[in-house]
């Protein structure tokens, strides 16, 4: 709770089949989730996400930032979590 704000767009899931994958689907899907953000009046778009897990790589690559990593989840699931934060402020409109 510490690293999230009630304006937050939080997404819970998102999973794209192994078959599906590098066809475009994700950015198809996060324009999507970004407009749902914007049209809710959310400054920042957030998620959860395991370190080994491949989508990692995409959200950085998307422009999610890292804000907290939950090292104690080590110890249970022998992965860290990581939760992220994509900014929806736009710099040159000041919203």
Do not use: C
Not at 30 to 53: D, M, P, Y
């Amino acid at each position: 709770m510490k690293n999230s704000h009630p304006t937050d767009y939080f997404v819970s899931s998102l999973a794209i089949e192994n078959r599906y994958r590098g066809k475009g689907f994700f950015n198809n899907m996060f324009e999507e989730i970004k407009n749902q953000a914007r049209e809710k009046g959310s400054k920042r778009i957030t998620l959860a996400v395991w370190e080994q897990s491949k989508a990692l790589q995409i959200y950085f690559k998307a422009g999610f930032e890292i804000v907290d990593i939950f090292d104690y989840a080590y110890n249970l699931f022998f992965d860290k979590l990581y939760f992220l934060e994509y900014n929806l402020f736009d710099i040159n409109t000041k919203k």
